[in-house]
């Protein structure tokens, strides 16, 4: 699977951390809103499911991208994976792959957050280098 890191400094803490975890388990609800609130910035709308029954193991995020797609994005301990084309739905027929992380599934999914994502990195280092000299 593909990974990625977030650009900005606030992003870089690990999802695991900001999860709890129930004995062996991770409190998927939990992890799904820390991978909203570390993407917001690239996407136009984004948010964890209230319609769509979440467990510990299984969390459903709505995500609309730049470009005006919508999407019901499925977290388990396996990833993320597309499971359907529409907000708070799971399409039995959409298989699609998982992956490891957030950025590498929007990156997959939309131009707009790559755009996003490297002006938020240019932003980044050029703040870095003003704050060096």
């Known amino acids: ?37 570390d993407v917001l910035f690239a996407v136009d709308e984004m948010h964890v499911s209230q319609s769509l029954n979440s467990a510990s193991d299984v969390a459903y995020i709505n995500v609309e991208t730049r470009e005006g797609n919508r999407y019901c994005v499925e977290l388990t301990e396996a990833g993320l994976r597309v499971v359907a084309y529409a907000f708070n739905q799971v399409d039995e027929n ?15 999914l939309s131009p707009g957050y790559r755009e996003a994502f490297g002006n938020a990195l240019l932003q980044r280092l050029e703040r870095l280098k003003q704050n060096g000299q």
């Open 94 to 108: 959409v298989n699609t792959q998982y992956h490891e992380t957030v950025y590498s599934l929007l990156n997959k």
């Open 1 to 37: 699977m593909d990974r990625d890191c977030p650009p900005e400094e606030s992003l870089t803490s690990s999802l695991d951390e900001d999860c709890v975890v129930l004995g062996n388990v991770k409190d998927m609800s939990l992890e799904a809103e820390a991978v909203v609130k």
